[in-house]
């Protein structure tokens, strides 16, 4: 069942987007070689919590950080911990904030240093992909409308759309309906209405779509060992449009 929010209810969420932005902002400022995704995971947590909300992944199912912290093939899921970035690295970074019960979910994929023109690109279409879908958050349209704007953008550079991870809907829980493929056909799926709030995340490889998890039970891989790039945005769907409810592009940049 999709749950639709009042005004008020997305002004909640939004609050909480901007404690998740301004967290993104400072993970973006310790980004660098010899930082171990542990030590990012502790400084988003205690940046969360001093603002008075909650690390929505700690815990969740059983996952012991406050952020996923996903490297190069990494696709998702991340566990932060002892791995130090290098030089080269591209890391997606997933966070998730609670705020009086709502919740905000965003990732963005960050270049370690210098990176390969290769990376550049896949992080440029990807981020691109997410702008693309988000302009299809209108009343009236369909969830297949934000799938397809994803697989177009995509494709035409020739990347790989991950077929088996979705975004899906937010508000008091993570994950609530609908889900939202990365790929399909426009004009199918259920329709956008006013009030819903979606997490729309473009999860794109460099290779081919196909991928494995990993012993821990979360991690996430491409199976081809390519790299992989993920861009989120928590979106409200509004009379007026889209409402961005995570808008780290403000304090980071849009794409180019």
């Given amino acids: 069942m999709i749950i639709k929010k009042t005004p008020e209810e997305i002004d909640k969420i939004a609050a909480a987007g901007e404690i998740h ?18 030590e990012l995971d502790e400084s988003v947590e205690r940046f969360i919590r001093s603002q008075g909300a909650e690390p929505s992944f700690k815990g969740y199912n059983g996952f012991s950080g406050s952020i996923c912290a996903s490297p190069n093939s990494m696709v998702v899921h991340g566990i ?19 705020l009086d019960g709502w919740v905000a979910d965003a990732a963005v994929t960050f270049p370690v240093g210098e990176v390969t023109v290769e990376a550049e690109s896949l992080m440029a279409v990807t981020e691109a992909s997410l702008f693309d879908a988000v302009d299809q958050v209108q009343v009236g349209g369909r969830i297949g409308d934000i799938s397809h704007a994803v697989q177009i953008c995509a494709e035409a550079d020739g ?27 426009a004009g199918r799926g259920p329709k956008l209405e006013e009030g819903m709030v979606l997490a729309i995340e473009p999860m794109i490889t460099a290779g081919a779509h196909e991928v494995r998890i990993a012993p821990d039970g979360w991690s996430i891989f491409t199976v081809d060992g390519s790299l992989s790039a993920h ?7 509004t009379a007026d449009g889209p409402r961005i409810l995570t808008p780290w592009h403000e304090l980071l940049g849009a794409p180019q």
């Fill in 21 to 38: 932005s301004r967290a993104m902002q400072l993970v973006a400022g310790k980004i660098a070689a010899g930082v171990t995704t542990g």
């Fill in 159 to 185: 990347f790989g759309v991950v077929r088996t991870l979705v975004g899906h809907g937010v508000g008091r829980s993570m994950h609530e309906d609908p889900q939202i493929p990365n790929f399909g056909p």
């Fill in 80 to 98: 932060p911990g002892a791995y130090t970035l290098a030089d080269g690295d591209i890391l997606s970074v997933d966070i998730g904030v609670t």
């Fill in 231 to 237: 861009f989120e945005f928590t979106v409200a769907v």
